[in-house]
């Protein structure tokens, strides 16, 4: 987990050093477009599945909020500082839990609202409105957390019945396919740095995804998501020694009260999932 961290800050960086050299459209279709090379071991389980026309309509329901996703992740990326982006985008799986309750039928209980209530308390401490003007980068991240809640609910229907490669493999073969419409409406022919430093992203994401599959393989729950604020603090580090970004400590605070509550969230679902796995002692006994 320390590693995704800092392969997470990787991609910020990168995409922070790049600027606006291309559009916010172009850059999130470049990324998604020059990473396929990185999805090819993938294809041939890819190729095995057999999917309905209810799983074409999910997967592209996913590719194309996921696509919005990243545009907004890529503008707000060239108006606020990293530490800002990080912070915010761990409000995403709020929105996961909250949708899940709406469109999947699951249960909320009293612990898991107070938990949703202060995560939404951590984020007023991030964007102070009232306090300070928010940039445009504020909402556009806002935007990025609840299109990459709806991705991942989307995910996390569909990985029940389809492997992690396969899921994978569509979301990186669709989203370039979605945003190919509105990076050409806005094309800027890029030059080979800003080619280059898109393909690091896609390096650093891909990086990124595989050490976090391999951290939930390997640790529970309770050891790997109070690890993901350690990003937060290599976005606060980065911005700080590298862009100049002032570090604010509101931005700190609130993340790790969001962080805190998602956390909590977490560890009660994996409470209830070993419970349920978990049979009664009596039970077994005939």
């Known amino acids: 987990m320390v ?7 990787g991609v910020q960086a990168t995409v922070k050093a790049l600027g606006d050299a291309v559009p916010a459209p172009e850059a999130a279709f470049l990324r998604y477009a020059l990473g396929l090379v990185f999805v090819l071991p993938m294809l041939r389980g890819l190729r095995a599945a ?20 990243v545009i907004f992740w890529f503008y707000a ?28 039928g699951e249960r909320m209980a009293a612990r898991r609202i ?11 401490v991030i964007l102070r409105p009232g306090l300070r003007t928010l940039d445009p980068g504020h909402l556009a991240m806002l935007v990025t957390a609840g299109s990459f809640g709806a991705s991942y609910l989307l995910a996390k229907s ?18 370039p396919v979605v945003l190919l419409p509105v990076a050409v409406a806005q094309w800027v022919t890029p030059g080979p740095a800003a080619l280059a430093g898109l393909l690091l992203v896609a390096a650093f994401a891909t990086a990124g995804h595989y050490t976090m599959t391999l ?3 390997a640790a529970p729950v309770s050891v790997t998501q109070p690890a993901v604020f350690l990003q937060l603090v ?18 700190v605070l609130g ?7 998602v956390s909590f969230i977490a560890l009660r679902e994996q409470q209830l999932k070993r419970r349920a796995l978990t049979p009664n002692p009596l039970q077994t006994k005939s």
Do not use: K, Q
């Open 77 to 104: 990326m060239t108006r606020i500082p990293i530490a800002e982006v990080t912070a915010i985008n761990y409000l995403a799986p709020v929105v996961v839990t909250l949708g899940a309750v709406l469109f999947l």
């Open 234 to 251: 290599w976005s606060v580090l980065v911005g700080f020694l590298v862009f100049g970004e002032p570090v604010d400590p509101f931005v």
């Open 255 to 261: 993340g790790a009260i969001v962080v805190a509550a």
């Open 3 to 9: 590693l995704t961290g800092l392969c997470f800050v």
């Open 50 to 69: 057999r999917l309905t026309s209810r799983d074409w309509t999910l997967f592209g329901m996913r590719g194309v909020v996921h696509g919005i996703g």
């Open 114 to 124: 107070g938990a949703v209530i202060v995560a939404l308390v951590g984020a007023l």
């Open 158 to 175: 569909l990985s029940g019945r389809f492997p992690a490669d396969v899921v994978v493999a569509l979301l990186s073969l669709i989203v």
């Open 215 to 217: 951290a939930f393989r």
